[in-house]
């Protein structure tokens, strides 16, 4: 049974990403499916109209004509309260939904009976990997950190052998070495850089060594559950915090990429070590948003301090919006398969332990459960 899938245009400042690509739409039509792009949906990525009617989508020129009839909606940014409520009852909204920062659009989705799967808890299991949309934005996120940090610094970051001289190449410290890592250390190597990286979890040395980069070794294992990394005890976090503040000091740029999802980021580079670092040095911190890993980071802005420019951008997945949103559209491709059956009906009763785990709001409640106590104890 073919349904209407609608793409809106991202509205929140800065996005730039569309959540389907000309090349997706012609599979989900070729399936049977409508698809209907608000009109300049995909402008800002580099996908304009012409090339979605060409897949055989139509365009919508407004709210209203996109959203009427529509069973599923694809988006990247969660929804705003106003967009839920153009939404009718019933209706499937799959993208990142951030729920901890949005509980107002969540409770309206609730109330609206809305049904919504956050991209973001899909679950990283083998079987999933093909929807990983953090994973396929944070390789879009890490390349760009290593762009921005080279474009910042007032050095080459290759060795140069010149008629003038030679050029000693640059140093580069990673911290992190999840996706958003580890495609740092890839691009700022081919850059020709020294790269040096760190991470609790001792698994990801044999990852960036693989890299060419030389990995900081520290006797900690603080490998977590679900492949991110588990909090240190405070004994640990003094001995890393001596071995990050020298290699920090000694680094011409620092790109920090550590998180823990849903808390507040890791200081792993405070004022003091800062202070220490050599006029020029950059600092780009891709935790700005979740309070930054340098005590000194501004999100959003860009700050100097002691000589050391000091970067917190903000969805930087956004400033490389044409691949970005093309994997993120295939991450979406792969997630709709989940939402039929083998005679192309809907499923109804979201089993799959993938659509599980992501359903966030369905048929009147909140399904994810720190989500529903975080409303239960702040709103309603």
Wanted: charged residues 20%.
């Amino acid at each position: 049974m073919p349904f209407v899938i609608a793409v809106p245009k991202e509205l929140a400042e800065g996005e730039k990403r569309v959540a389907t690509v000309p090349e997706v739409v012609q599979k989900l039509t070729k399936s049977g499916h409508e698809v209907r792009i608000e009109h300049d949906a995909g402008t800002s990525a580099y996908y304009p109209d012409d090339l979605y009617t060409a897949a055989g989508a139509t365009i919508a020129s407004s709210r209203t004509e996109l959203f009427n009839g529509a069973r599923i909606v694809l988006r990247v940014q969660p929804p705003t309260v106003a967009e839920v409520d153009q939404l009718a009852e019933g209706t499937i909204v799959i993208g990142f939904m951030n729920a901890a920062r949005n509980p107002g659009t969540v409770a309206r989705m609730r109330d609206r009976k809305v049904t919504a799967f956050a991209l973001e808890l899909v679950p990283r299991i083998t079987r999933a990997q093909s929807m990983d949309a953090l994973s396929s934005q944070a390789t879009a996120g890490g390349y760009m950190a290593a762009i921005l940090g080279a474009a910042n610094s007032p050095k080459f970051l290759p060795m140069l052998t010149t008629a003038a001289g030679t050029i000693r190449p640059a140093t580069v410290l990673i911290l992190g070495a999840g996706v958003a890592g580890l495609m740092a250390i890839a691009t700022v190597k081919r850059l020709g850089a020294i790269v040096e990286a760190y991470d609790v979890r001792r698994a990801a040395g044999e990852q960036v060594r693989s890299l060419g980069a030389r990995f900081l070794e520290l006797e900690i294992n603080a490998e977590g559950q679900g492949g991110y990394a588990r909090e240190l005890t405070p004994e640990e976090k003094e001995k890393e915090q001596e071995m990050v503040s020298a290699a920090v000091a000694r680094a011409d740029i620092v790109i920090t990429t550590a998180s823990i999802p849903g808390r507040k980021a890791p200081l792993l580079i405070t004022r003091e070590t800062v202070a220490t670092m050599r006029p020029g040095a950059v600092i780009v911190d891709l935790a700005a948003e979740s309070g930054g890993n340098c005590e000194l980071t501004q999100p959003g802005r860009t700050a100097v301090e002691h000589g050391v420019t000091i970067l917190g951008p903000l969805n930087l997945p956004a400033e490389v919006p044409f691949h970005a949103s093309q994997m993120f559209a295939k991450n979406l491709q792969s997630f709709l398969a989940l939402l039929f059956d083998k005679d192309g009906a809907l499923v109804t009763d979201f089993s799959d332990e993938i659509l599980a785990a992501s359903l966030l709001v369905h048929a009147g409640e909140v399904r994810h459960g720190p989500t529903r106590d975080l409303l239960s104890g702040g709103m309603s």
